[in-house]
T-cell receptor, first 115, second 115 residues
């Protein structure tokens, strides 16, 4: 079966712009979580959506937002991009909420570079 | 403060030699424990996890991990390393009373394999 698909794989944006990243989970999975990976801060949780509702949110500014559609596909948006937003953004899909009971499957990520 | 620590940033091991990657956590109650691997340009793959029971856990790719409550550790081991094991390894936890939430990652250990 198809894995978790993240698009685009690579993205270059200019400071001040906004960006939208997409994640298509494994068929049947209802939860999508987003993580940011940077060399300095490591892997940090952004938010989780389950059945179109945000269930959990990490400690990120309001510039970072997301949503989930009825087919479980999720998008995250970053507005007013800063250089520090350059990162690998990973999404993870799961049958249920959180990584413990059903486990996560991660996508390969979107590499965002802000110049 | 609650934390996950991977003391070794970078380890080099000869092919065929044994490997141990360290992970310590600081939580009041034993959290749910995970090890993930990330190959260059890829997402994260779950190697193994520990929730309760037998303290020696077997995972994929010949990896195992041992939970030691007295040392608050969950070290990853492999008896004989292959060149394809070169990657970045992350220890992660979910606090025991937050099972439906997100992974909290250590900073990672980069494994290089020499021939």
């Amino acid at each position: 079966k198809a894995g978790v698909t993240q698009t685009p794989r690579y993205l270059i944006k200019t400071r001040g712009q906004q960006v939208t990243l997409s994640c298509s989970p494994i068929s049947g999975h209802r939860s999508v979580s987003w993580y940011q990976q940077t060399p300095g801060q490591g892997l940090q949780f952004l938010f989780e959506y389950f059945s179109e509702t945000q269930r959990n949110k990490g400690n990120f500014p309001g510039r970072f937002s997301g949503r989930q559609f009825s087919n479980s596909r999720s998008e995250m948006n970053v507005s007013t991009l800063e250089l520090g937003d350059s990162a690998l953004y990973l999404c993870a899909s799961s049958l249920g909420q959180g990584p413990t009971h059903y486990g996560y499957t991660f996508g390969s990520g979107t590499r965002l570079t802000v110049v | 403060a609650q934390s996950v620590t991977q003391p070794d940033i970078h380890i080099t091991v000869s092919e065929g030699a044994s490997l141990e990657l360290r992970c310590n956590y600081s939580y009041g109650a034993t959290p749910y424990l995970f090890w993930y691997v990330q190959s260059p340009g890829q997402g994260l793959q779950l190697l193994l996890k520990y929730f309760s029971g037998d303290t020696l856990v077997q995972g994929i790719k010949g990896f195992e991990a041992e939970f030691k409550r007295s040392q608050s550790s969950f070290n990853l081991r492999k008896p004989s390393v292959h060149w394809s094991d070169a990657a970045e390894y992350f220890c992660a936890v979910v606090p025991f009373n937050q099972a439906g939430t997100a992974l909290i990652f250590g900073k990672g250990t980069t494994l290089s394999v020499s021939s």
